[in-house]
């Protein structure tokens, strides 16, 4: 099991430009969660699955980020136009049970808008 | 809005010593909590959780305190190992799951 994969590793791109991060889940988990980690606030939760929709996603902010899943193995998460205050790690996390319970998260994408 | 904190962001402790990190919250509706370490460069791994209906529960050297009434969580780690040095985030759940900031452990040899 290769865990949960994340692309790009890293990111650097210039404010107003559009970025797309990829997560693939843990096969037969059915939930996914999109997380990002800042200094100030620490880990917070900007959307998640459930067997592909959407259960929540009000801690995204929508007028510039998008989540899809469009299948069980593949989810991503768009910011069009992406700000410098987006930088961030961004984790993707997947389990079989809820939000309530354990995650396995993926590495990170560390994304920098200049 | 903190619902979730951890309020040391750092802490040191000597090899074989006793570890202990806190976490405070402040919805009552939380019954279910959770520590995450994390490396460098790496994402979170869980570590332990206990239910509400439970004020402790044990995995080898780590041990997780609740009290409810408090509000107040503690994870013990005994005897603490170098290899521990990492970021530790405590969760809370109930109707979402909530993070703290974390708190960065150092275990000097």
């Known amino acids: 099991d290769a865990g949960v994969i994340q692309s790009p590793r890293h990111e650097v791109t210039e404010m107003g430009q559009e970025v797309t991060l990829r997560c693939k889940p843990i096969?037969?988990?059915?939930?996914l969660f999109w997380y990002r980690q800042t200094m100030m606030q620490g880990l917070e939760l900007l959307v998640y699955?459930?067997?592909?929709?959407?259960?929540?996603d009000s801690g995204m902010p929508k007028d510039r980020f998008s989540a899809k899943m469009p299948n069980a193995s593949f989810s991503t998460l768009k910011i069009q136009p992406s700000e410098p205050r987006d930088s961030a790690v961004y984790f993707c996390?997947?389990?079989?049970?809820?939000?309530?319970?354990?995650?396995?998260f993926g590495s990170g994408t560390r994304l920098t808008v200049v | 809005d903190q619902q979730v904190k951890q309020n040391s962001p750092s802490l040191s402790v000597q090899e074989g010593r006793i570890s202990i990190l806190n976490c405070d919250y402040t919805?009552?509706?939380?019954?279910?909590f959770l520590w995450y370490k994390k490396y460098p460069a790496e994402g979170p791994t869980f570590l332990i959780s206990?239910?509400?209906?439970?004020d402790k529960n044990e995995d080898g050297r780590f041990t997780v305190f609740l009290n409810k009434s408090a509000k107040h969580l503690s994870l013990h780690i005994v005897p603490s190992q170098p290899g521990d040095s990492a970021v530790y985030f405590c969760?809370?759940?109930?109707?979402?799951?909530?993070f703290g900031a974390g708190t960065r452990l150092t275990v000097k040899p």
């Open positions: 919805n009552s509706m939380f019954d279910y």
């Open positions: 699955f459930n067997n592909k929709a959407v259960m929540d």
């Open positions: 996390a997947s389990n079989q049970k809820g939000r309530n319970y354990g995650y396995t």
């Open positions: 206990i239910s509400s209906i439970k």
């Open positions: 969760a809370a759940s109930g109707n979402d799951m909530r």
């Open positions: 096969s037969g988990h059915d939930y």
